[in-house]
């Protein structure tokens, strides 16, 4: 395969996992009773604030690499060490997904969910894995460049 056609794949998945991920958060808010007490008057707890930054951080992550996996001519102005860095965190998330999901599998009695986990790791891993590439590839013109 190309590497354009596997950029294209790999960008696929990221807007897939954060398209996912945006889908359930708003099916949740809309469907979800709530069961909150009317007098419950104590402030949201400060781990609660830091789980909703970091779940935006990383699909502020996902979303940027994809960008950059889908459309790298776009965004020939973004200077190479950002590019490196966002696809570096890119491939880090999917490497956490797939230990995740590796966890789930292992920790569950099989069924047809480990199916659709399988599935989730190949698409992972294609993602990780091309995101290492240009990581690298990034570095290695940085580094011909001599900058």
């Given at each position: 395969m ?30 979800a009773?709530?069961?909150?007490e ?13 789980y909703?930054?970091?779940?935006v ?27 490196r ?27 047809p ?6 599935i989730?790791i ?8 091309v ?9 290695a ?6 900058v």
């Open positions: 190309k590497m354009k056609a596997l950029r294209s794949i790999a960008a696929g998945v990221l807007f897939l996992q954060v398209a996912y991920v945006v889908v359930a958060k708003v099916l949740f808010v809309v469907f009773e709530d069961t909150s009317i007098d419950h008057t104590d402030p949201p707890a400060a781990g609660g604030v830091l909703l930054l970091a779940e951080a990383v699909i502020g992550v996902l979303l940027a690499g994809a960008l950059l996996l889908s459309v790298p001519g776009k965004f020939s102005r973004v200077p190479r060490w950002l590019k860095v966002l696809l570096g965190l890119a491939f880090l998330v999917e490497c956490v997904i797939i230990a995740a999901v590796l966890r789930n599998i292992i920790t569950n009695s099989f069924g969910d480990e199916v659709l986990n399988v989730m190949i698409l992972s891993a294609a993602a990780a894995f995101s290492a590439i240009e990581v690298f590839r990034a570095g013109a940085t580094a011909r460049s001599g």
